[in-house]
């Protein structure tokens, strides 16, 4: 990719689609005000991570086949509101194809164009700051796959301290992972209830009012911790975070 | 077919099928072992000398060793048999005087009435344990030394003819005798300076420090099973 | 139902409950949390003192990949050199030939006891019952196996075996089973030496010590053992017999290659620059005759057991990176599992995230299947890992043969065909998040549902579940762009 690019195609991920609308809005909305043109590719469903990580390789083949079908119809960049998705499909997919098949090749172009939020709006554009404001104490979680696979350590954080009024605090053994895993919280409840819990101590030791991360399946369980724990801190994507520019 | 042809062609079999392109992993040959591009010091001149002695007599301290250092024989002499003194020992084992870089150094310990135990392990099991626990009641080994590594507090000894290994691990002292020509900068240095390392000695040992364990709640305890007090005498010598 | 399967879920209900006993015992949970943390902490320092820790790590990797790749040249090689120097070669391809060849030179040693440092697979192969079949007593040196062994407990740890314990247990151990008094167990240091002189009788009169490999070097035939305490050095200098016991994966070409992978070992395992004991072993003791000169000490005799035991079987599967694997431990102390369960949930020799490939490479797949599933794919493994074993792709890979073979609950595996069937037809996929957001909305209150139904309940166990949006972003945008007078948010 050669210069700043003008158009963006979306991929919304289906935890998104189902359960956060508004951080797909709020990432359309950072993205167009920085003038690009943002396409939603309306047939995009779910990218195959759920099945990969459960060693189902075929089903998660399949569903990442039809998602570089519908990306592949546009050659601009695919940013994706989700360290673990973008992870999936720049790490995996092009190992879940080999050579021979017809997806290896296309399935390594998606990955060469694929971009979580952050990274985007850091490495791509060079944003600073989105304009969004705040009077709020935020505390930034890592998510796993995003940090470990993407290196995105900084540029989160980065763009959380351009939030005007904002507080940033850091979390204890911020990068430890909040036990999610998606079967794994499933499948052990106890452990992943106990990494949770460990997380859950570290957000309230840090006295943030909003828990911030790039990804809804994290979020999903730390503000279903909180919200047993009766806690009033809150759990929000950091697209959400970037876009308010109301001052509560 | 022997049980060595079928594990070989099992590993040859098991290499065969490749199976490293799994998930597309492959385990790349990655850079070659000697491009690890960590500059060598050079170790020559008296400074980077004085620089080695530094960095060891630190790196050891911080282990719970000792170093010391003499510029001559007479300084070792002095030195080591403080250290008898310290440690009120009479009897020790040692390599035999020319594998130590001190001559007159055993003599001298004789002088001040130190009981040098030679010994032989016999190659039979009842004549052996009786000279190990023989042995056992020993309070200093006196050893010499192949190399030493400054950035570490690592001592290298090589077994061999009147270089013996209990005396460097029985007793519960080991004195090291080392000129400080033989400390290098790193491992990889002894490496260098030794090409054919293992061939000097059936058993090669480097002991970094004392013996230490922290099995018990990670509380860090000397002299588990090897000496609990390591001295290494680093005789230094002018530039030739 | 086939007796794999049941096999598998007879292993796989035993670990569920171990996971459960563990995560209760708020004791262990103290120990593994200080004890990880610490040598986490001292590992990370450790690294941050070398000029490049990464290319060092690389470096390590590459001796690694380079020797596997042909690992039956190099263990040829070695195998050869080791006879050279005067080493009996033994091969064993099972853990029983392992154990019998060790008995068998026991006797016609006319052995009675022997003294073991630490060997991870002397555990893997059982060697001390065989032994004590035979009628060898067996003495654990490494002041925490010594431990878990006359506690008749297993280690929990592959470098500190005896996390679990405290300093109490080990006082109240010492004087009861072996009659320490007060004085002898007041302290840490003071239950050291304790064991120190009850292990120092054991070595001088032992006849036989046991060892593992840490590695070995093909181009010359040398083993190398790392040890802090000194045992393994007494273990192969006291005795008349040494005994090592060499996993075959432990082969570096030489000597040079040897050093970059003690320096990551040391780093990764204890935090150290080097261990306190780095031994070489190139043959036995030498004899009157030799013409290099006879030596004054040092075992008479000295075998090497070359064990295969699974890692060929393993070097030809999905699984081979594991191989590479130098035991250091550092995946174990940065793992939120291990940190949590500790080692003996795994209920094999080898713990933590290499443990679940290891142990199902070795052992086969159905008796632990489970094993790979207790890892939410953090990647902290692989970041800690000294040459760069991509352990969370092995346990995708090992999740992988576990789905191919039917191993796992089998709501999981209709729910993912039917949730893939559905992904790959957008219009059903819409319409059947359309239903289920609807169905949802009926058992939320406040935005929250209290409780799931079916297997999905474990997740309400520790957590409420978010109860989706009423409309879907996609289905809100495709409204949007289809009616005129489009606006942005």
Request: net charge positive; proline share 5%.
């Amino acid at each position: 990719m050669t210069g700043r690019p003008t158009r963006v195609q979306l991929l919304v991920t289906c935890l998104v689609d189902q359960f956060s609308p508004r951080v797909a809005e709020a990432a359309v909305a950072i993205l167009e005000r920085e003038g690009l043109d943002v396409h939603v590719p309306l047939a995009q469903t779910c990218c195959g991570q759920p099945a990969f990580n459960g060693g189902f390789t075929d089903e998660a083949r399949a569903m990442a086949r039809h998602t570089i079908d519908v990306f592949s119809a546009n050659p601009a960049p695919i940013v994706v509101p989700s360290g673990s998705c973008a992870d999936m499909i720049v790490n995996h997919y092009p190992e879940l194809f080999g050579g021979n098949d017809p997806y290896a090749e296309r399935a390594w172009a998606m990955a060469a164009r694929t971009f979580e939020l952050c990274q985007f709006l850091t490495d791509v554009l060079g944003v600073r700051a989105t304009g969004g404001a705040t009077t709020d104490t935020l505390a930034y979680h890592p998510s796993c796959h995003g940090l470990r696979g993407l290196a995105l350590r900084d540029q989160p954080r980065r763009l959380l301290e351009g939030v005007l009024g904002a507080r940033v605090v850091e979390l204890a053994d911020d990068e430890a992972c909040c036990g999610f895993g998606g079967l794994f919280s499933v499948k052990m409840p106890g452990l992943s209830g106990d990494m949770l819990r460990a997380k859950l101590d570290a957000i309230a030791d840090s006295g943030a009012g909003t828990v911030v991360a790039t990804d809804v399946s994290c979020l999903i369980h730390i503000s279903g911790g909180l919200r047993r724990r009766h806690s009033h801190v809150r759990a929000r994507h950091i697209a959400e975070v970037l876009v308010e520019r109301s001052i509560e | 077919m022997s049980a060595r042809d079928r594990v070989l062609a099992a590993a040859r079999e098991g290499l065969g099928r490749a199976a490293w392109s799994a998930h597309g992993r492959t385990p790349g040959p990655g850079p070659s072992p000697s491009g690890d591009g960590r500059r060598r010091r050079p170790s020559g001149d008296a400074d980077t000398r004085a620089l080695l002695v530094e960095q060891f007599t630190a790196a050891l301290t911080a282990l719970g060793g000792q170093a010391h250092t003499a510029d001559s024989p007479g300084g070792i002499i002095d030195i080591v048999t403080s250290l008898f003194d310290r440690y009120a020992c009479c009897d020790f084992i040692s390599w035999e005087a020319d594998e130590i870089p001190c001559p007159g150094l055993l003599d001298a310990l004789a002088s001040h009435g130190r009981r040098r135990v030679a010994y032989d392990v016999p190659f039979d099991q009842v004549g052996r344990a009786a000279v190990l626990a023989s042995l056992e009641p020993v309070g200093i080994g006196l050893t010499g030394g192949l190399a030493a590594v400054a950035s570490s507090g690592t001592i290298a000894l090589a077994s061999g003819k009147g270089r013996g290994r209990l005396a460097s691990l029985l007793p519960p002292v080991h004195i090291a005798v080392i000129r400080t020509r033989a400390l290098v900068a790193s491992l990889d240095d002894v490496v260098t300076a030794h090409p054919s390392l293992v061939a000097e000695g059936s058993n090669i040992v480097f002991i970094t420090g004392p013996s230490r364990t922290a099995d018990i709640e990670m509380t860090l305890t000397r002299g588990v099973h090897g000496p609990r007090h390591v001295h290494v005498v680093l005789l230094t010598e002018a530039a030739p | 139902m086939s007796s794999e399967i049941a096999t598998y879920r007879h292993a796989a209900a035993a670990f569920h409950r171990k996971v459960e006993d563990a995560l209760a015992d708020r004791r262990l949970q103290d120990a593994l949390a200080s004890t990880t943390a610490r040598l986490t902490g001292s590992r990370s320092a450790a690294f941050a003192a070398v000029p490049h820790p990464e290319r060092l790590r690389d470096t390590a990797r590459a001796i690694r990949a380079r020797t596997i790749a042909r690992l039956d040249h190099y263990l040829a090689r070695f195998a050869d050199e080791a006879a050279n120097a005067g080493c009996h070669v033994h091969w064993a391809e099972t853990a029983a030939d392992a154990t019998g060849i060790v008995t068998r030179i026991a006797i016609d040693c006319g052995i009675r006891s022997a003294v073991k440092s630490k060997s991870m697979v002397s555990e893997e192969i059982g060697l001390n019952p065989a032994l004590e079949a035979a009628g060898v007593r067996v003495v654990e040196t490494d002041l925490g196996e010594y431990v878990v062994q006359i506690a008749d407990d297993r280690p929990s740890h592959i470098i500190t075996p005896i996390v679990h314990w405290r300093r109490d247990d080990v006082a109240r151990l010492f004087t009861r089973t072996l009659g320490a008094c007060k004085e002898e167990v007041a302290d840490v240091p003071a239950m050291t030496a304790f064991a120190r002189r009850r292990l120092r009788a054991e070595f001088l009169q032992a006849g036989m010590g046991i060892s593992g490999v840490n590695f070995a070097v093909a181009e010359t035939g040398t083993i190398c053992l790392v040890t802090n305490e000194g045992n393994g050095r007494l273990t192969t200098t006291a005795p008349r017999v040494h005994v090592a016991l060499l996993g075959l994966e432990r082969i570096v070409p030489s000597v040079a290659d040897l050093e970059s992978c003690l320096q990551v070992l040391a780093r990764s395992a204890t935090g150290q620059a080097l261990s306190v004991y780095t031994t070489l072993l190139t043959g036995p003791r030498r004899r009157p005759g030799d013409s290099r000169g006879a030596e004054s000490d040092g075992p008479d005799e000295l075998h090497v057991v070359i064990i295969d035991n699974g890692r060929t079987r393993l070097l030809g599967s999905d699984l081979a990176e594991i191989l590479y694997c130098i035991r250091c431990g550092a995946c174990l102390n940065v793992c939120p599992v291990y940190r949590r369960i500790g080692g003996h949930a795994y209920g094999s020799v080898y713990p933590g995230p290499m443990g679940s490939i290891v142990t199902p490479g070795l052992m086969g797949l159905v008796g632990s299947a489970e094993l790979a599933q207790a890892s939410s794919l953090c990647g902290a493994c692989r970041d800690a890992c000294p040459v760069r074993i991509d352990l969370p792709g092995l346990l995708l890979t090992a999740r992988h043969q576990a789905a191919q073979s039917r191993l796992g609950p089998r709501w999981v595996r209709v729910g993912v065909r039917v949730y893939a069937w559905l992904a790959t037809r957008p219009r059903l996929f819409r319409l059947a998040g359309r239903a289920s957001r609807r169905l949802a909305v009926l058992v939320a209150r406040d935005g929250w549902i209290r409780r799931l139904p079916g297997p999905l309940r474990a997740w309400t166990e520790a957590r409420d579940f978010p109860a989706p949006a009423a409309v879907s972003f996609l289905d809100a945008y495709r409204r949007r762009t289809r009616s005129p007078g489009r606006t942005s948010s």
